[in-house]
Nanobody, 124 residues
Framework: QVQLVESGGGLVQAGGSLRLSCAAS????????MGWFRQAPGKEREFVAA????????YYADSVKGRFTISRDNAKNTVFLQMNSLNSEDTAGYYC?????????????????WGQGTQVTVSS
């Protein structure tokens, strides 16, 4: 069982940056691939970024490639999402997810555990 708690969301102006964190419980964090998803009102939850167990492989949605960076610190059981050059289309609830495999997945069905989410609002 893994529990995930996101933090770092908030209100930011267009062009600004935020860094999201996701703290995971459990002693087997390094065995999990991790992902970030987001969900805007009235829309389905969509993939944002993922990272494998060791952190040496990452994958991004085209909409965030070059602006967002996912990383992890296995010693601290934490995964991060650095978001730069934010725009209004990035406004959404952001969710951290853990996958009970070491490889990356890009669909919601590929993840076993979810956090409660943190809201990101970008003002134009």
């Amino acid at each position: 069982q893994v529990q995930l708690v996101e933090s770092g969301g908030g209100l930011v102006q267009a062009g600004g940056s935020l860094r999201l964190s996701c703290a995971a419980s459990g002693r087997t964090f390094s065995s999990y691939a991790m992902g970030w998803f987001r969900q805007a009102p009235g829309k389905e939850r969509e993939f944002v970024a993922a990272i494998n167990w060791s952190g040496d492989r990452t994958y991004y949605a085209d909409s965030v490639k070059g602006r967002f960076t996912i990383s992890r610190d296995n010693a601290k059981n934490t995964v991060f999402l650095q978001m730069n050059s934010l725009n209004s289309e990035d406004t959404a609830g952001y969710y951290c997810a853990a996958r009970s495999l070491i490889t990356i997945a890009t669909t919601t069905g590929g993840y076993d555990y979810w956090g409660q989410g943190t809201q990101v609002t970008v003002s134009s």
